[in-house]
């Protein structure tokens, strides 16, 4: 009898054990990133107001300073907007150097919270690829 009780016992835990949703999984949502989400991170202005921070912000003598020929240079920045809009892991996808990689990571790191990225109407982590461009004259 006592085996018998023990074995119920066992087997009712169990299953209570197994019916609950374990703790880590509530924050899944905070941890998960979107290359690609929905609706991408944005600026909070608009296009519009970037491109004025960018005209304000951004030094664009900086890479004939340090000796680039003239041209038209474009650095892709990739980087996160956070659920909360903060923005991190700011990096270039490419550099053209005499100094325009570090300078765009820069004046995005300085640009402030980002509206974050939404999937399924949620906000989420999201990356946003953006191009900088340097001309030089």
């Known amino acids: ?15 209570t054990c197994i019916g609950q949703t374990p703790v880590g999984n509530k924050n899944q949502d ?14 909070p202005a608009g296009e519009g107001a ?3 921070f960018i005209a ?9 300073k340090n000796g ?7 650095v892709n920045v990739r ?20 100094g325009m990689c570090q300078e765009a990571i820069r004046v995005v ?3 402030g ?3 974050p990225g939404k999937q399924d109407g949620r906000k989420v982590n999201g990356f946003k690829l953006l191009p900088i461009v340097f001309t030089i004259q």
């Open 30 to 43: 905070q941890r998960k990133v979107y290359f690609d989400p929905q609706i991408p991170p944005s600026f």
């Open 79 to 98: 980087f996160m907007v956070g659920m909360d809009s903060a923005v991190s892991n700011v990096t270039c996808e490419n550099d053209p150097h005499y």
């Open 50 to 52: 970037w491109g004025n």
């Open 1 to 15: 009898m006592k085996q018998l009780v023990f074995i119920l016992s066992f087997f009712v835990w169990k299953n």
């Open 68 to 74: 680039a020929p003239s041209g038209t240079y474009t």
């Open 113 to 115: 919270k980002w509206a």
């Open 56 to 64: 304000k912000n951004l030094d664009t003598g900086l890479p004939a």
């Open 109 to 111: 790191k300085k640009s």
